[in-house]
């Protein structure tokens, strides 16, 4: 590790400050060019360490850049994950305040919500042992950094750009199979993205397993009662003041959010 333990706080600290108050960053690689993939993730975890402190609760976790169009979208290779706390969750039908946010986006997405403990290594099928429920669901994305651009260790560190989630009605795992559900986002009334679950990570339990086997590496774990976001089926796409946004999944139903000031 080339950053120091302090630059790793300093760099939580920089990130946290700027989803907590919605103001826009340079991006930490800057100052801090020889910043590793490893290091990135250390500053994820200390920044959630100080929402943490201030009350926040882990609720679950995310898969971000899963699917092609997401990482050609951001011009990167490979999935990441972020943490999910109760402060991002906003309710089926409730509002996001856009004053909570630098420059917001949307995805569609499936979660799952785990009845077990998951553990890794785990292949996609050991994996789906450990989830209960499905649901359509809407991820909020909101990069701190400017210009929504960065690095895969920048975007890493900003806790892959979370701001928030939204979960529809829970389906019973059970006999149903998510292997490529067509799924699309609704924008006032206009579908704006269509796509299938089979976009995301392949198949949305292959997105789950590679969670479980990301932790598995620093000896952590998922948690009976935390959800996944499995990733987005489709490229986000950008939501302004007065917008009614909609996921639509065949099979498993709707969830939405509106934007407010
Ligand atoms: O959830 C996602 O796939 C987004 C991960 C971070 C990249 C971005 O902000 O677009
Ligand atoms: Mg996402």
Known sequence: MALSPEEIARCAQIVDEAADTAELIP????ERPEMTLEEAYAIQRASMVRRFERGERLLGMKMGLTSEAK???VGVHEPIYGHLTDEMKIEDGGVLSRARCCHPRSEPELCFILARDLKGPVTPEEAMEAVSGVCPALEIID???KNFKFTLEDVVADNASSRGFVLGPVTPIDGVDISALPMKLVVNGQTV????SAAIYGHP???LAAQANMLARLGQHLEAGQVVMSGGATAAVAVNVGDEVQVV???LGTASFRVEA
């Open 193 to 196: 993205q269509e796509g299938s």
């Open 143 to 145: 990069s701190r950094y």
């Open 205 to 207: 339990a292959k997105s």
């Open 249 to 251: 999944v065949e099979g």
């Open 71 to 73: 990482m050609k979208q």
């Open 27 to 30: 991006m930490l690689t800057i």
